[in-house]
């Protein structure tokens, strides 16, 4: 499992050693359940009308990018604040 680190230069587990240990906690759930495929799927809550591709498409690409996405340390929660927080940000 390829996970992306906080820090240039610092593993994920150096990472983690520095972390309090709620926060630890919370890295080690998303890992268990990255290693055992039990991330949820965007896909199964995804409403869309788009014409640019087909349900299935659609469906295989978000699934796909969120796999991605979920290569951050923290999954996809962390990426989804920051992209908020520059979208809403005045």
């Given at each position: ?57 659609r ?6 990018i ?25």
């Open positions: 499992m390829r996970e992306i680190s906080p820090a240039a230069g610092v593993s994920v587990d150096d990472y983690l050693k520095l972390m309090p240990d709620a926060m630890k906690r919370i890295v080690e759930e998303f890992r268990r359940q990255k290693q055992n495929g039990e991330r949820l799927r965007p896909s199964t809550s995804l409403i869309d009308r788009s014409q640019m591709l087909t349900a299935e498409a469906r295989k690409l978000l699934n796909k969120a796999a991605l996405v979920d290569e951050n340390y923290v999954g996809r929660s962390e990426m989804c604040q920051q992209f908020a927080h520059y979208c809403i940000a005045p």
